[in-house]
């Protein structure tokens, strides 16, 4: 019987202040668990985070030549972890924010076939420290999530969660950006089990790395949880957009039926007559066009089971 592996990724950029105890906090021995391999994805850092991770006794560092950001970084993570034939994966951030110490508890509901995602909560848990505008980030952040996932988290923008292999190999990140909402969406989709579990929420020394700026983070989050949800929503999303541009069209059209009725007349109402036509119509295009992305979206879901069986099939090489 092969050994059960627990792999342990941290990304990280320019974390040279705080890598050695985010390796250090983390577990070597978990019942239920064989082998456990720490791996550094290096994001381009600039400072000495590559060798103070090694200083720290981490298995394994893979580093980019240039900062490719924290999506790239994460399935780079994903990749490698499957490579190693990893049976259950960890997400924590270099910060030092999370509590390594805390990964026995997070991976539990897999090892008890409970879940096959987890989320470490901070909202449930405790938190030392975190700035409002963060704060209120993390919040609306996570009820739009939930909005449109249709299930109801806590905390959908934590960095502390845990995957099963099934389902690392069912992910399938396409942001630049942020994974944190579009592994959660693809997870609900493909129907794998989510749990959160309460964690520690640390202060942080230094800024963040990803949010220096709290808008210009809600702006690239939200159109990632929007390009998500368009790409596996497809059919939900334009017919509600054509359904409300048809009924903004019959909003304005109708004053013109009423008119038109009385009077046998569309003249004084020319222009709301053409805008009326100009809206049901775009509506109506758009409505078509749910049918063709829904179309679409059959095929994408083809492509990643097609994509899903190629990465099985190369685990067992």
């Known amino acids: 019987m092969s050994p059960f592996r627990l792999a342990v990724m941290i990304p990280a950029y320019n974390e040279e202040k705080t890598i050695g105890k985010v390796i250090s906090e983390i577990p070597r021995e978990i019942t239920q668990i064989d082998e456990i391999i720490v791996i550094v994805i290096d994001d381009g850092s600039t400072d000495n985070t590559r060798k103070m991770a090694f200083e720290a006794g981490v298995d394994k560092v893979i580093s980019f030549k240039q900062n490719k950001g924290l999506a ?89 969660r845990a995957f099963s292999k099934e389902a690392a190999l069912r992910i399938n990140v396409m942001s630049n950006y942020t994974y944190v909402q579009e592994t959660i969406i693809q997870a609900i989709d493909k129907r794998l089990k989510i749990v959160e579990v309460p964690v520690h929420f640390r202060r942080r020394k230094g800024k963040s790395r990803l949010i220096s700026n709290i808008f210009s983070y809600s702006k690239r989050a939200g159109l990632t949880i929007l390009k998500t949800y368009r790409d596996y929503k497809p059919l939900r999303t334009f017919l509600l957009i054509g359904g409300f541009v048809m ?3 019959l909003v304005f059209g109708l004053r013109v039926l009423i008119h038109y009725l009385n009077t046998g007349l569309v003249t004084p109402y020319l222009p709301s007559a053409i805008l009326t036509a100009v809206l049901l119509i775009v509506g109506f295009q758009v409505v078509t066009l749910a049918l063709i992305a829904d179309m679409i979206g059959n095929n994408r879901k083809v492509q990643e089971e097609i994509l899903y069986l190629l990465k099985k099939k190369n685990l067992t090489k």
């Open 247 to 249: 009924l903004i069209g």
């Open 72 to 160: 790239f970084t994460f399935k780079k993570g994903l990749d490698v972890a499957l490579e190693l034939n990893s049976d259950i994966i960890v997400n924590i951030d270099a910060d030092g924010q999370y509590d390594g110490k805390e990964i026995t508890a997070l991976i539990k509901p897999i090892l008890d076939n409970r879940a096959e995602i987890v989320l470490g909560s901070r909202f449930k848990g405790w938190i030392e420290y975190m700035p409002l505008q963060k704060r209120v980030g993390n919040s609306l952040a996570t009820k739009v999530t939930n909005l449109l996932s249709g299930l109801k988290f806590s905390d959908t923008q934590t960095g502390f």
